[in-house]
């Protein structure tokens, strides 16, 4: 009886991943069909150079201590990170902002796995550049932190600045990362996905410098039970 369960559960887990990565695998498909190849071309550009810099090697990783910050959440209450961590680990997902397909398509995504990780005792927050009152409509409890001007991001090593011709292709999007964000607009962070243990180190990350790769929802789940006691 067990091990059909256990059969049924990988199957269900399966299938959520396979659901994640064919939308973002379709994204993918329609931005090359829809932009024109000088855009396509600032863009795969842009990925080059970060990695070419190795922004995936000079982030914190495994095993490195987190800094602590202060933060608003969402009942509008002043916390500390190091104070949420007493509680359990905390999973801190950087995106660009609500204004990227990809950032959506990944929000959403981990929306509705938020009572699976609450089970297992950790506590989510999506953090972004982006001023929550040029987001639009949030989801109902959902723990979004503004991160003004990329100091938390920056802690973590994952941002970058934009040259010109992308800051060039995002305005002729009609996208004014300075008005979205509340700065002068030159910066972003990578996306990417941390596990912050009880110790307050790192002990997952997943760092990709291509913005169109996410972490998989499942994938993290699949690894926060190695540091949670609800496993």
């Known amino acids: 009886m067990s091990t059909t369960k256990y059969s049924n559960k990988n199957k269900d887990t399966e299938?959520?991943?396979?659901?994640?990565?064919?939308?973002?695998?379709?994204?993918?498909?329609?931005?090359?069909?829809?932009?024109?190849?000088?855009?396509?071309?600032?863009?795969t550009r842009t990925v080059a150079r970060l990695r070419r810099d190795e922004m995936h090697t000079r982030c914190l990783q495994v095993g490195?201590?987190?800094s602590d910050f202060e933060f608003i959440d969402?009942?509008?209450?002043?916390?500390?990170?190091y104070e949420v961590l007493e509680k359990g680990p905390v999973v801190l997902n950087f995106?660009?902002?609500?204004?990227?397909?990809y950032c959506k398509t990944e929000i959403e995504a981990y929306e509705n796995v938020q009572s699976e990780l609450t089970?297992?005792?950790?506590?989510?927050?999506?953090?972004?550049?982006?001023?929550?009152?040029?987001?639009?409509?949030?989801?109902?409890?959902?723990?979004?932190?503004f991160d003004r001007d990329n100091q938390i991001a920056r802690d973590f090593g994952i941002v970058y600045a934009l040259e010109p011709p992308e800051?060039?292709?995002?305005?002729?999007?009609?996208?004014?990362?300075d008005k979205v964000n509340g700065n002068d607009g030159r910066e972003l962070p990578v996306p990417a996905t941390f596990i912050v243990c009880e110790d307050r180190t790192?002990?997952?990350?997943y760092v990709?410098?291509?913005?169109?790769?996410?972490?998989?929802?499942?994938?993290?789940?699949?690894?926060?039970?190695?540091?949670?006691?609800?496993?």
């Open 202 to 205: 790192i002990g997952y990350e």
């Open 119 to 145: 089970k297992l005792g950790c506590t989510y927050f999506a953090i972004s550049p982006q001023k929550l009152e040029t987001a639009g409509e949030l989801p109902e409890n959902y723990q979004v932190i």
């Open 15 to 43: 299938m959520v991943r396979s659901t994640f990565q064919d939308k973002l695998a379709q994204l993918r498909v329609t931005n090359c069909e829809n932009l024109p190849t000088p855009e396509l071309a600032i863009m």
């Open 74 to 81: 969402a009942n509008n209450v002043r916390c500390r990170l």
């Open 208 to 231: 990709d410098v291509d913005f169109r790769a996410r972490c998989c929802p499942e994938q993290l789940i699949e690894e926060l039970k190695t540091f949670c006691d609800g496993s």
């Open 64 to 66: 490195e201590t987190v």
């Open 167 to 177: 800051r060039n292709l995002f305005e002729s999007w009609g996208l004014m990362l």
């Open 95 to 101: 995106f660009r902002g609500f204004w990227c397909q």
